[in-house]
């Protein structure tokens, strides 16, 4: 069985459920782009657990949203972690069908809307999460109508997190809670909170 770090718990059906995801992501990305030819071969330090770090922070949430969710990341490792019901939104078609295959072939408690972003119509959730997907700014243009009052974003980000935080707050009044990533020293776990839009 694989060895996970101690900041989490997974049990051995979770893993197992993540060694098929990950050989169906092999699989289809010989014909179309879900991750880079670079990291497929590091495909579990990249990706699976860069998406898990966001798992500690959503103990007790009843469901959550996931924006841009591409190869399945953060989304459906997020799902298959924690067993909380999720809705995952991606335009790309050919991604789209790609999800809905690792859903039904994890079991996953998950399903796909496959619309642009600004045309989705969906109750909100308490948690919205995102990785690798566009600046802070536009992360929140988005996110904002899918959170509850009280919700919460969880962003994966880059090395410009700072530059991104000072440009959404020309624009954003909210809480940020900065984690270091705990795999890389150019990543960072963004949590955003009491979003409110500045009115000029």
Known sequence: MRSWPDWIDVSRETQERLEV???LLKK???HINLVSSGDIQKIWERHILDSVQIVPLLRGQKHFIDMGSGGGFPGVVIGLVTGIPGILIEAHQKKVAFLREAIRVTEANLTVIGERLERVKIDPAPVVTARALA???KLLDWACPFLTPHGM???LKGQQ???EIKEAQHHWQ???DIYPSLLSSEGTLLKVS??????S
């Open 153 to 155: 974003g969880l962003f």
């Open 21 to 23: 995801f990950v050989a």
């Open 174 to 176: 909210m809480r940020v």
């Open 135 to 137: 600046p802070l700014k």
């Open 161 to 163: 997190v700072a530059e």
């Open 28 to 30: 289809w990305n010989t």
């Open 194 to 199: 009491h979003l409110n839009r500045v009115v």
